[in-house]
Antibody, heavy 123, light 108 residues
Framework: QLQLQESGPGLVKPSETLSLTCTVS??????????WGWIRQPPGKGLEWIGS???????YYNPSLNSRVSISVDTSKNQFSLKLTSVTAADTAVYYC???????????????WGQGALVIVSS | DIQMTQSPSSLSASVGDRVTITCQAS??????LNWYQQKPGKAPKLLIF???NLQIGVPSRFSGSGSGTDFTFTISSLQPEDIATYYC??????????FGPGTKVDFK
């Protein structure tokens, strides 16, 4: 059974870089055509897709975050990672990683999800 | 960009009630819509993909329909464990994968 687990600092200072890693277990990150994605949820608010990556390194990023976000993959560790630069309080959220399952012609649905990691941006 | 709206934003129902949530896209997205359930303090869970396909392991009381711009999510008989927030998500507007604002379902 595929499982994902987020890890990283729970507190980041404003203007610094948020870094999170997602470790995939129960399956190989480079086994098929699926992508691997990051989604976030500010406290009490809705879901926002951040970006997704294929094991080869091909990426999709949310245009609203594109200038600040970078997603990378390490197939040897079965992990993928998120970096978000120049963070502000508005980046405070629960960050989820998920398998981005390929559909008819592109990544489509998110399943399964990690349990989420709360990251607070504060000095 | 495609905008997603959901209605209602919240609803109260009783055990056994039929619950219907609608999701509307600002432009035609074909069948490319998914539905998720998020219980408090938990990660979202995929219930329906491609508008009407039930994810493996999801109870058959959940269903989805629609295409184009108008989609419906239905719980045929509300159960206590169905109390959650439900989100739609489109994937026809690359490179942007957009979620709806959510519909909170609780007991009357």
């Amino acid at each position: 059974q595929l499982q994902l687990q987020e890890s990283g600092p729970g507190l980041v200072k404003p203007s610094e870089t948020l870094s999170l890693t997602c470790t995939v277990s129960g399956g190989s990150i480079d086994l098929n055509i699926d992508y691997w994605g990051w989604i976030r949820q500010p406290p009490g608010k809705g879901l926002e897709w951040i970006g997704s990556i294929y094991y080869s390194g091909s990426t999709y990023y949310n245009p609203s975050l594109n200038s600040r976000v970078s997603i990378s993959v390490d197939t040897s560790k079965n992990q993928f990672s998120l970096k978000l630069t120049s963070v502000t309080a508005a980046d405070t959220a629960v960050y989820y990683c998920a398998r981005h399952v390929y559909g008819d012609y592109a990544p489509a649905r998110f399943d399964p999800w990690g349990q989420g990691a709360l990251v607070i941006v504060s000095s | 960009d495609i905008q997603m709206t959901q209605s209602p934003s919240s609803l109260s129902a009783s055990v056994g009630d039929r619950v219907t949530i609608t999701c509307q896209a600002s432009q035609d997205i074909g069948k490319y819509l998914n539905w998720y359930q998020q219980k408090p303090g938990k990660a979202p869970k995929l219930l329906i993909f491609d508008a009407s396909n039930l994810q493996i392991g999801v109870p058959s009381r959940f269903s989805g329909s629609g295409s184009g711009t108008d989609f419906t999510f239905t719980i045929s008989s509300l159960q206590p464990e169905d109390i959650a927030t439900y989100y739609c998500q489109q994937y026809d507007n690359l490179p942007l994968f957009t979620f709806g604002p959510g519909t909170k379902v609780d007991f009357k």
